[in-house]
Each structure stands twice: as structure tokens, then as C-alpha cells.
């Protein structure tokens, strides 16, 4: 119990940097979400169930044209067929005896910045952990999106475009210093970079969605990597 309750704490620790920034980049969503039309509970409800700001947005856009709900559907899978990659990775960091109940809920909070820490933390993953990041971020993209969605056309244009700039800030404040340590993680995040730009400039490849994109690169970066780096768990263990 006391070792659940440390990994709790350790999580809520770790997970404020996180709610901040969902903080403000949901106070966007919220009040694009009243903009589009959505009711504040309506926005709020959206925000507590999906926690995916691309999807959000996207959705947003889907709403506004009035399209089926078979295309929003379709969307929405495309946007977030990532976060399948992204808890595969997790469930490999659980312990095997992990109840299916713990991991069913551990998926929930799947985002890419809980991601990012989860899988930066060493040895196993604890769920409670997860729970701590979640008990912090969800909080913060859901109120973020209640104020916003509340505060309507307060702000002017440019300081929306600020607030949008600021889920890939903190999205580097979490890569950024595991990889200043490890040559490997840097080469991988650089390659991954330089992999997304050519797709997003050649004619063909930019032709495809942003969320089959990032399953591609995703499969080839992470794939060459653990076959070129393979993981030694027998020392980490040791």
C-alpha cells in the first residue's frame, strides 16, 4: 500500500508540468468548441472523454460542416491510431500480473505527453503512477476547456495561436531531457524529425493524413531502432 500511494505521488509530481500546459492549450478548445455551436457541458464532456487535442480539433471542424457521424468516426481513428502504438509500448514497461482492470483504465489517460513520461520512467511501470499523471492532466484539459469554453471571444486571434504553440512546447519539455543523455533517444528523436518534415514537403507523401503519417514513421523509426539498439532488459533488472 505504501509503495502504490509513493508511486501515486510520484505521479502527481511528475504530472503538474502536464495539466499546466493542458490548461492552456484546452482553454483554446474551449472556446473554439463555443464557436462551433457546442453547449459548455457539451464541450466540457468532449474534453473528459476524449483527452486528444488533434482529435478534438478535428472533430470541432467535422461538427461545423455538418458531415456524417460515419466520418467522424473514421477521423477519429485515423487522428488517434497512434495511441494503439503508444499503449503497446506501455504494456510492455507493466508487470505481467497487472489485473486487465488496471490496464483497461491506465489506457485511458494514453496521451502523447503521459506517454512521453511513462515511458522515460525506469524499471516497471506502476499504474498508480499512471493514475497520478492522470489525476493531474485530466483535470487540467477538462478545466481548461470549461473556463474557455465559458470565456467565449474574450481573447484576440493571436493569443489563441500562442496558446496552440504551447501543447508542442511542453510536448519538447518532455523529450528534450532524457535525450540530452542518451545518443541513441537523440538520434531517434533527430531522425524523427527530419523524417516528419519530408513527408509534410514531398508531393505524394504529404498527401497522406497526419495520423497514418505518424503510424508510419512511428513502425520505421521504432522498429530500425530496436533492431539496431535492441533493449538489454537483463541489465536493467540486474
Known amino acids: 500500500m505504501k509503495d502504490q500511494l509513493l508511486q501515486f505521488r510520484c505521479g502527481l509530481t511528475d504530472g503538474i508540468p502536464i495539466g499546466l500546459g493542458y490548461l492552456a492549450v484546452s482553454f483554446t478548445f474551449g472556446i473554439m468548441a463555443a464557436g462551433a455551436g457546442l453547449s459548455i457541458p457539451e464541450s466540457v464532456f468532449m474534453s473528459l472523454t476524449n483527452l486528444t487535442s488533434a482529435g478534438q480539433f478535428a472533430g470541432l471542424g467535422i461538427i461545423q460542416s455538418g458531415a456524417s457521424l460515419l466520418e467522424m468516426a473514421m477521423t477519429q481513428l485515423v487522428i488517434n491510431l497512434r495511441y494503439c502504438l503508444m499503449s503497446c509500448s506501455l504494456s510492455q514497461k507493466l508487470d505481467n500480473h497487472i489485473p486487465f482492470a488496471h490496464r483497461l483504465l491506465v489506457s485511458y489517460g494514453v496521451t502523447d505527453e503521459i506517454f512521453g513520461v511513462s515511458v522515460c520512467r525506469p524499471g516497471v511501470l506502476s499504474p498508480f503512477y499512471s493514475y497520478g499523471l492522470m489525476a493531474v492532466a485530466v483535470p487540467g484539459w477538462t478545466i481548461g476547456t470549461l473556463l474557455g469554453a465559458i470565456s467565449g471571444d474574450l481573447l484576440p486571434g493571436r493569443l489563441l495561436s500562442a496558446l496552440n504553440v504551447a501543447l508542442y512546447g511542453m510536448f519538447l519539455a518532455v523529450v528534450i531531457p532524457p535525450a540530452r543523455g542518451d545518443r541513441i533517444l537523440t538520434g531517434v528523436i533527430l531522425t524523427a524529425m527530419a523524417l516528419s518534415l519530408i513527408f509534410h514537403c514531398l508531393p505524394v507523401l504529404r498527401d497522406i493524413s497526419s495520423g497514418f503519417?505518424?503510424?508510419?514513421?512511428?513502425?520505421?523509426?521504432?522498429?530500425?531502432?530496436?533492431?539496431?539498439?535492441?533493449?538489454?532488459e537483463d541489465a536493467d533488472h540486474a
Open 213 to 232: 503519417q505518424i503510424i508510419i514513421l512511428t513502425v520505421l523509426i521504432a522498429g530500425a531502432a530496436a533492431f539496431l539498439f535492441p533493449h538489454k
